[in-house]
């Protein structure tokens, strides 16, 4: 009874902090967007230098948010070699479980520019940011491919989910070409990132207010850098490492799936 008292009592706050939390979110992207993100074209020789400055203050930004959501007791995470998204101008493949997966990333890859999905792009709370940052976010593909291609050569790293959207849940991760192609026309060095939450939450079509039983716990582990050295750039090239890509995602996982179970049934 006490036992039964207590865990309703500890979900009921992570309920409301989790209403907080997002509160807090929408401000902070108000915050960047409409006041320091003018304050930086005001204080920057160019665009380029504006949209760095602000960069840097969205990985603040979400550094601070995420220690926030710890601090409340909302989630835990833990970072496998995370020192592997130190290295400049790589292509960042991720696959996309949560609707908090990109904060997190964000705030460990430096100088990232992210492709966000139109709705964030034309969202009230997070359009001003996403521009003042240089996140992509045009909805014509050969546009956009374009523009991340630019982003690598310039030295910044370009955090993608090729899924396009959030996992779909017990259903195996399938991946849009168009990271893969990136990599291999550009010859960017990819990074993939395979993240796990357990218990899940904030998973594709599931409401905010829907928490868990337990405090989930947010697992990201970064893979080596992939190097693509395809001198001419081919679809059979692009085939092959999208297959290898969605093989590390999907296997992995299921590997994991068994020993989860075997541990339960001991």
Known sequence: MVLTLTAGIDRGWRCFATALGFSLFALCALAVGLAIAPLARLCSANRAQSQRRVRRSVKATCRGFIALLKGLRLVDYRFVHAERLQ???????????????????????????????????????????????????????RRAIA??????????????????????????????????????VRRA???????RCEPPTLLKGSPWYHVPAQRPCFTFEVGTAIQEDTETPSMPAIIELNRRLE???????AKDDIAHDERAGT
């Open 87 to 141: 290295l400049p101008g790589s292509l960042v493949l991720a696959n996309h479980p949560t609707l908090l997966d990109a904060l997190f990333l964000l705030a460990s890859v430096p100088d990232a520019v992210c492709v966000a999905k139109g709705g964030l792009a034309n969202h009230p709370v997070t359009r001003s940011v996403i521009r003042a940052a240089g996140f992509i976010a045009d909805p014509n593909p």
């Open 147 to 184: 523009a991340v291609g630019e982003a690598l050569e310039n030295g910044q790293s370009v955090i993608l989910f090729p899924e396009g959207t959030r996992s779909t849940p017990g259903q195996p991760v399938r991946l849009r070409r168009n990271g893969a192609m990136i990599a291999v």
């Open 189 to 195: 060095p990819v990074i993939p990132v395979r993240i």
């Open 247 to 253: 093989t590390l995602f999907n296997h992995d996982a």
